[in-house]
């Protein structure tokens, strides 16, 4: 694992956004505002150019504030948080352990950022469940693929266990008991973003 795994895991997160920007779209039309998978699919690309374009600064910290600058409502400051965080807190400790810690930072710094917790039917039911599989992938020996294997599957998993809740945040709380029944987008992007960490590996 070094800075071209990195890189490469954000070119498959932007093609795998890309590819269900109108899954995501109609996700966020039933409880939100019918703009994630556009705004999504657009900071991606403005990635891919930023990271296209080389320069210093580690991949993650660069798509970070890319993302943070490029991309309206929510989802850019809390993906453009989680990558930011995740650079600075990987560093050039390129193991797998350095990895999940990494993650684990990021998603901190969302749940700070967002003021929510797993349960608030968020990016974070995805996102707090796969850096967990990360972390106990490390702890179990796992090699890196097994580990983003697990992860991606706890990710999955986490985003539809959020249909039946009722949100507690965002633009998807203000419609009460009947924002229950929908999965909701935040957390069903995380999840192909995560499930990219498998497709970069294959690549690596």
Request: a negative charge; aromatic letters at 4%.
């Amino acid at each position: 694992m070094d800075a071209a795994f990195c890189a490469a895991w954000l070119e498959a997160a932007a093609l795998a956004v890309a590819a269900d920007r109108e899954r995501l779209t109609d996700l966020d039309a039933a409880i939100g505002d019918a703009d994630h998978g556009a705004n999504l699919d657009r900071g991606f690309s403005e990635v891919r150019q930023a990271l296209a374009a080389g320069g210093p600064g580690q991949p993650l910290a660069v798509a970070g504030v890319t993302l943070i600058r490029k991309v309206g409502g929510a989802s850019g400051p809390l993906y453009g948080s989680l990558l930011r965080a995740m650079g600075k807190a990987l560093g050039e400790s390129f193991t797998l352990a350095g990895f999940a810690a990494a993650f684990q930072a990021g998603v901190d710094e969302v749940a700070r950022l967002g003021k929510a917790v797993e349960g608030d039917k968020t990016m974070l039911d995805a996102l707090g469940p796969a850096a967990r599989a990360v972390a106990g992938a490390v702890r179990d020996g796992a090699e890196p693929r097994a580990a983003f294997e697990r992860a991606a599957e706890a990710a999955r998993e986490g985003a539809l266990a959020t249909v039946p809740l009722v949100a507690r945040k965002g633009r998807a709380s203000y419609l009460g008991e009947r924002s229950a029944g929908h999965e909701d987008p935040g957390a069903a992007s995380s999840a192909l973003i995560v499930g990219a960490l498998v497709t970069a590996d294959g690549e690596a």
